[in-house]
């Protein structure tokens, strides 16, 4: 079968939203029932930069149930805490692939960097029906774990997934997600094979850059910022022009194709699960059940 370059299929502005305790965020999609970005379920970006806002207050103690969350920063840093006593600071460059299972009861607190500014990003990936019960669980990688690749323009941090016979640290994730921040340098050529029947989409966050590119056009030009999702097909393709380089996160992950019921922290299947999550946290069992084994 001949090789298919994914086509853009959308191209998604981010709308700025408040979260938390007025967090202020880029969110380019968050879960919904209809499950368009299976197995992705929100996407957000971290983008309150201005120093005179003051220090940012962050994400107080909130619960979550039946998803992975990814926080992946750039600049500044956030400082977590949770109910399995775990606590920690993810610092530049470094992730935190969180599977919250059963439950997880956590506090996230980003923290501005030397320069003034934080810059990040936190993912949402589904867990299947199979696993949302399954127990919490943690892999904090730093930033000097993950693997740089770099050559012929191309700089690729890989978190998970492969790119060029590196292998990101972040594994055993049912999803079987690829999660990787890339930077192409002017006239670039860039192209990564991407399972067929895999879920494609890329940040763009700086510079800009051609994407959709198959032999016969050079694709679509995509300034930054916005959310690129692909059509299915063999491999991601994306070029720089000579006057700006890119970057992007560029994200893929096996669909599970079932139906989701998403509320709040919570992603479950059915609207029972959901409803038996809310018992739990009024009965204030929610913690305990999530630990018990
Ligand atoms: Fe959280």
Not at 252 to 264: H, K, M, N, Q, T
């Amino acid at each position: 079968m001949k090789k298919l370059p994914r086509q853009i299929q959308d191209i998604i502005e981010p709308q700025m939203v408040v979260e938390g305790a007025g967090v202020l965020l880029r969110r380019s999609f968050g879960p919904h029932s209809s499950n368009l970005f299976d197995p992705f379920l929100l996407f957000d970006h971290f983008a309150f930069n201005k120093p005179r806002q003051g220090e940012p207050v962050g994400f107080p103690t909130h619960p979550h149930r039946g998803i992975e969350t990814v926080t992946y920063m750039l600049d500044g840093n956030v400082r977590h805490r949770d109910s399995l006593g775990n606590m920690g600071v993810i610092g530049p460059g470094a992730v935190q692939w969180m599977t919250s299972g059963r439950g997880i009861l956590h506090e996230e607190m980003p923290r501005r960097g030397p320069t003034g500014a934080i810059n990040g990003f936190q993912l949402w990936v589904n867990l299947p029906a199979a696993q949302k019960m399954s127990a919490p669980r943690y892999q904090e990688v730093n930033s000097e774990t993950i693997p740089l690749v770099t050559q012929n323009g191309v700089s690729v941090r890989v978190v998970a997934g492969e790119y060029a016979g590196a292998r990101g640290p972040v594994t055993e994730i049912a999803a079987q997600p690829l999660y990787m921040d890339v930077t192409l340098a002017p006239n670039t050529q860039f192209e990564l094979p991407t399972p067929r029947g895999h879920f494609v989409i890329a940040y763009i966050f700086e510079g800009e850059g051609a994407f959709g590119i198959d032999d016969a056009q050079g694709g679509e030009w995509v300034p930054s910022t916005q959310m690129l999702v692909f059509q299915d097909g063999d491999s991601v393709r994306a070029q720089t022009g000579s006057a700006a380089p890119a970057r992007f996160m560029l994200m893929a992950g096996a669909p599970f194709r079932e139906p989701i019921f998403p509320y709040g922290p919570f992603v479950m299947n059915t609207r029972e699960e959901i409803m038996q999550t809310l018992a739990e946290i009024r009965a204030g069992t929610f913690v305990s059940n999530a630990r018990a084994e």
